[in-house]
């Protein structure tokens, strides 16, 4: 598979826990981004990353967010001391620079489920 | 800022019949267009994009959007609808002439697409 992979697939964590989430993207994208959708809403913006160099981040990224990408390929995001409103799909993206690259769109994985109890 | 409308939660079309899912948008200069399909326990698949040039556009599985700038608008439409095209839809813009450096998408809430058979 291809495609951009995340895992894990689903996590359960305490109110209090960090949790960390792992996003690989296509091999030859140089652009990654973080999005995060709760239940009946669009994905929503969290930050982007254009090879190891994180150019934006939302204020929905609060202090608790942390997100990298070391070396320009896979990237992490940790949440700590997690609460509940922190509960969501987080979806992670990439695609390729340039005006025909951001033409094609961003290509999303499957996404993480978390759950905060 | 940008933003994205998708007026109807929910469409309901019988099979064979054609479809509409209807998007306004809201951005400064000229927008970059998506839109995103999404399966149960599935990621966003890319279904086409409008970034200039013809206002209609073809994408994947038959569907196509048309483009119109006075209405802003960027409505989905298939000619006949399958059963297999029930999904949840959602329409996406990015600003060209947004702040430099950002290349968030805004997505709207969705629509849930049934068709009937």
């Known amino acids: 598979d291809t495609g951009v992979s995340q895992d894990p697939r689903h996590k359960i964590t305490k109110r209090g826990q960090n949790v960390t989430f792992r996003c690989d993207p296509i091999?030859?994208?140089?652009?990654l981004y973080w999005y995060r959708q709760t239940l009946g809403q669009g994905p929503e913006f969290l930050t982007y990353?254009?090879?190891?160099?994180?150019?934006?981040k939302s204020r929905l990224l609060s202090d608790r967010f942390s997100a990298e990408r070391p070396k320009g390929s896979f990237s992490t995001l940790e949440i700590q001391r997690t609460e509940q409103g922190d509960s969501a799909m987080y979806l992670c993206?990439?695609?390729?620079?340039?005006?025909?690259?951001?033409?094609?769109?961003?290509?999303f994985g499957q996404g993480t489920r978390l759950t905060v109890v | 800022a940008q933003s994205v409308a998708q007026p109807e939660d929910q469409v309901n079309v019988a099979e064979g019949n054609p479809l509409t899912v209807k998007c306004t948008y809201s951005v400064s200069g000229n927008p970059y267009l998506f839109w995103y399909v999404q399966y149960p326990n599935r990621g966003l698949q890319f279904l086409l994009k409008y970034i200039t040039g013809d206002n209609l556009v073809k994408g994947s599985y038959g569907f196509e959007a048309e483009f119109n700038k006075s209405q802003t608008s960027f409505h989905l439409k298939k000619p006949s609808a399958l059963v297999s095209d029930s999904a949840l839809y959602f329409c996406a813009v990015r600003g060209f002439l947004s702040r430099a450096g950002s290349y968030q998408l805004t997505f709207g809430k969705g629509t849930k697409l049934s068709v009937i058979p």
């Open positions: 993206a990439s695609s390729l620079g340039g005006v025909g690259g951001e033409g094609a769109g961003a290509f």
């Open positions: 990353f254009q090879n190891e160099a994180q150019l934006e």
């Open positions: 091999s030859e994208h140089n652009r």
